[in-house]
């Protein structure tokens, strides 16, 4: 049986990439079905980019502080970046940019993102200390597909962690990042070997 053909992967990033590492690592086992074409970043100096060249994966920055244009401007120039590798899915891991709605649209069902709460509680930042101030026992991550509207979507997959007695957003953050870890290259996974319907998710 011939090797099947792997799932072109463009990954977003702006800060320090442990998602895209997890990916990274992923990618390195010979059964996995996906490959990761691009790191983006819009911020010149994000530490996900560092782990890309390491990787010996292509890298991208384009910095969004006064680009010509604004968002839609930069979100096309973001957008012709990542046809031009040829990408299948777009991964936003860490991205800490609001997307265009334009954007979306151009990538939607093929466009995802991890977020470190059990959406559709805690949408947005700081989730970490949100959670803690509401007194929830258990909160967690959420892999979904991305629409216009922020930190909504489709959801593909969660996992649950429990909120711990002296917990700060810290130790709780680090507790979840190990699921997001987990989660993100499995649904990734997923996705590639076509067990994710977009049209079951109503997109
Ligand atoms: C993660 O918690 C992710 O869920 C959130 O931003 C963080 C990025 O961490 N959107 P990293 O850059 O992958 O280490």
Redesign the pocket.
């Known amino acids: 049986m011939g090797k099947v053909t792997p799932l072109k992967l463009a990954v977003l ?8 590492q997890a990916i990274i690592d992923a990618c390195k086992a010979s059964d996995y079905p996906a490959e990761i074409v691009l790191v983006f970043s819009n911020q010149l100096d994000a530490g ?1 980019l560092d782990r890309g060249r390491t990787a010996g994966i292509r890298t991208e920055a384009i910095s969004h502080k006064g680009y010509a244009g604004g968002r839609e401007a930069y979100d096309t120039a973001v957008s012709a970046l990542i046809e031009e590798t040829g990408a299948d899915l777009v991964v936003l ?2 991205y ?1 940019r609001l997307v265009s709605t334009s954007f979306v649209q151009r990538w939607q069902g093929r466009l995802i ?4 709460s059990l959406l559709p509680s805690f949408k947005g930042l700081h989730v970490h200390q949100a959670a803690l101030d509401a007194g929830v026992k258990f909160t967690g ?1 959420t892999v979904h597909y991305v629409v216009p509207e922020v930190d909504s979507g489709p959801i593909i997959a969660q996992a649950v962690v429990p909120v711990l007695p002296g917990d700060d957003a810290g130790t709780l ?1 680090q507790r ?2 190990k699921q ?1 870890h987990r989660i993100y290259p499995q649904v990734i996974r997923w996705i590639a070997e076509g067990r994710v319907s977009t049209n079951d998710a109503g997109i």
């Open positions: 990033v702006s800060g320090g990439g442990s998602n895209l996900g891991a860490g800490l993102n991890i977020h470190p991550c953050a979840i990042l997001e």
